[in-house]
């Protein structure tokens, strides 16, 4: 499972904690991680491990694989900070911030006080049939078909066609606007992802160009009069905020649908069983929130410190791996059970300052999603002959599935 890292390593690092991680080789596999690997990360890992892979450009950092441990640091901002986490400006030679998620208090408190207004659970239901006429609509272009390119006909269209209806951008665009998203997340090289910061970056500035000669009814035209210290945003945080809005909007809510809706075509007994019940849809979701969780993130120590008896130095990488975390078999009873009785907090959504911005309607968006496709499709399973794939990083994801139904009884 695991592979000792050569070194050199730094000082503080002890030889027996260094690791190379599957986990995070950020490649294609065709052995579901989240019934292996994780497992056997939770058996054989020690609760703080030093992964030189970790970060995107096989970088290294420090590995919290319990949730208790996790838990402790999202909710301690003055010794770990976020602050150019995830050094997108730092690659083109830049510093603006990632606007709310690599801030830090207490400015980060001005900026969600602006924001969690607009991304408020009554904000987004208010979307609630925006969002569903997406997902019928994106149905009903294959329901009769019998079968379906999930993820190409599904899972990247629909979330992202809401975000860009939100901040006023053209769908005609998506394409490009994909294929720079792909480039941003799931690429190991700094360059390639480098060019596409740029590529976002300059659209955006643009975009938000546009706005200031000529406001819209649109969310971008709203962020130029928000506040902060008593005065509007500057340049770089409208930038830094609609970046945030851009790869977390066209991104995370795909890869977590490519990863419930393999296990539901896995497993017809679990889509029977909301397909028979759909009031059960909404606590689902929180457990497939736990179980199929895709993202890695982290935090930058800001001092010396220790987690069980391991010294941590200022500037160490310290991840959140939410798909780890939330197989934690000392947190979850029989984590790699799915129940939708289990009403179980989970953390894949954050916790402490920095929860998900947009987590409402990223639930939405889940519930809507597995609603429309149990309540409109017959039971649906994977594509005869097709072997799923698993894409392993720091977004964990099924970059490729097809689905296949009885067409007769659709």
Excluded at 45 to 57: A, K, Q, R
Excluded at 276 to 289: D, G, K, R, T, Y
Aim: charged fraction near 25%; glycine fraction near 6%; aromatic fraction near 10%.
């Amino acid at each position: 499972m695991t592979s000792f890292a050569k070194p050199p390593l730094p000082a503080h690092v002890p030889d027996e904690l260094a690791f190379m991680l599957p986990l995070f080789a950020r490649k294609v596999v065709y052995e579901n991680p989240q019934d292996v690997l994780i497992p056997a990360m939770h058996a054989e890992l020690p609760p703080v491990s030093y992964v030189t892979n970790i970060f995107p450009g096989d970088q290294p950092g420090w590995l919290l694989k319990n949730a208790e441990d996790v838990q402790a640091m999202l909710r301690d901002p003055d010794n770990f900070t976020k602050n150019g986490m995830g050094k997108w400006a730092q690659n083109i030679g830049e510093d603006w911030l990632v606007i709310p998620t690599e801030a830090d208090p207490p400015i980060h408190t001005q900026y969600r006080k602006a924001l969690n207004g607009h991304f408020s659970p009554q904000k987004m239901f208010a979307m609630k049939e925006q969002v569903r006429e997406r997902a019928q609509s994106l149905i009903g272009a294959f329901r009769e078909r019998g079968q379906c390119d999930f993820i190409a006909d599904f899972s990247e269209k629909f979330p992202i066609y809401i975000v860009l209806d939100l901040l006023g951008l053209p769908q005609g665009r998506m394409t490009e606007f994909l294929k720079w998203e792909k480039e941003l997340l799931h690429s190991n090289d700094w360059e390639v992802r480098g060019n596409a910061v740029r590529k976002v970056k300059a659209y955006l500035l643009e975009e938000i160009a546009a706005r200031r000669e000529q406001p819209r009814d649109d969310y971008i035209t709203k962020v130029l009069d928000f506040e902060v210290d008593g005065r509007p945003w500057n340049d770089d945080e409208v930038l830094g905020h609609c970046f945030n809005l851009y790869i977390g909007g066209l991104d995370t809510v795909t890869s977590l649908l490519g990863n419930i809706f393999n296990y539901l075509a896995s497993h017809p007994e679990k889509q029977n069983e909301l397909r028979a019940n759909p009031s059960l849809i909404v606590l689902a979701v929180e457990e497939f929130l736990r179980a199929f969780a895709p993202v890695t993130v982290f935090r930058i120590a800001t001092k010396e410190m220790e987690i069980h008896g391991q010294k941590i130095m200022p500037g160490d990488y310290v991840a959140f791996s939410s798909p780890v975390v939330g197989r934690d078999p000392a947190f979850y009873d029989d984590p790699q059970e799915i129940r939708f009785d289990r009403k179980a907090a989970h953390m894949s959504l954050g916790s402490g300052i920095h929860k998900c911005l947009g987590m409402h309607l990223a639930r939405l968006e889940l519930q809507i999603a597995v609603e429309e496709f149990v309540t409109t499709l017959p039971e649906f399973r994977i594509k005869d002959g097709f072997k799923v794939p698993y894409y392993v990083g720091n977004i964990l994801h099924v970059p490729d599935l097809h689905l296949q139904w009885d067409s007769a009884s659709a």
